[in-house]
């Protein structure tokens, strides 16, 4: 069955740091995968995808993910946070057959000043 | 645009009780989703509408039932509210499948006594 692991529950990182937050999928076939971000007391708001081709993908608000088949992982990055950064991301997989997308279970980042 | 609207925004339940969350999209979308979201557990999918007067179940239906007779709206209805449902739910929508980008609503945070 297909899944999407999130191993980071909360992340912690300095303004100006960069950021990678880590995601592995599970899935049989060539994955459709998404990056979600909630910032406080919102709904989520689409990052960015990965359906084919170049495997750097770029995304709004100056992130990216890269797609690695080898590794099962499309972790997201980010060169240098800023204190708006601070939201719940979720990395998410389609599942094709039946018309849905199944998200991780999120990773709260924190930004210190 | 107001995008996806929620209505309530918060609500609180004696367990036993009915009540019926509505979500309205102003886009013209043809699929609308209902998620809840708890801590730890990410977005899980209770139902959702491939367009009007169609739905389909999520991974997570049971004590849940949905209506889509409008386009535009997409109501979710608990028939007899228990604790286990507290919960934040968010409604989303697409122009087109799981592929497409979710456009997610507020919330409505729901809790049952």
């Known amino acids: 069955a297909q899944s999407v692991t999130q191993p980071d529950i909360h992340i912690t990182v300095s303004e100006g740091a960069s950021l990678e937050l880590r995601c592995n999928y599970s899935?049989?076939?060539?994955?459709?995968l998404f990056w979600y971000v909630q910032s406080p007391g919102q709904g989520l708001q689409l990052l960015l995808k990965y359906f084919s081709g170049d495997t750097l993908v770029q995304g709004i608000k100056g992130f990216e993910a890269e797609f690695k088949r080898s590794q099962s992982s499309f972790n997201l990055r980010k060169p240098s946070v800023h204190w708006s950064d601070a939201a719940e991301y979720f990395c998410?997989?389609?599942?094709?057959?039946?018309?849905?997308?199944?998200f991780g279970k999120g990773t709260r980042l924190h930004i210190l000043p | 645009n107001a995008g996806v609207t929620q209505t309530p925004k918060f609500r609180v339940l004696k367990t036993g009780q009915s009540m019926t969350l509505l979500c309205a999209q102003d886009m013209n979308h043809e699929y609308m989703y209902w998620y809840r979201q708890d801590p730890g557990m990410g977005l899980r999918l209770i139902h959702y509408?491939?367009?009007?007067?169609?739905?389909a179940k999520g991974e997570v239906p049971d004590g849940y039932n949905v209506s889509r007779l409008k386009k535009q709206n997409f109501l979710l209805g608990l028939e007899s509210a228990a604790p286990s449902q507290t919960s934040v739910y968010f409604c989303?929508?697409?122009?087109?499948?799981?592929?497409?980008?979710?456009?997610f609503g507020p919330g409505t945070r729901l809790t049952v006594t």
């Open positions: 989303a929508s697409s122009y087109g499948g799981y592929l497409l980008e979710q456009y």
């Open positions: 899935y049989g076939a060539t994955p459709y």
């Open positions: 509408s491939v367009g009007e007067g169609t739905t």
């Open positions: 998410a997989v389609a599942r094709p057959r039946d018309d849905k997308i199944i």
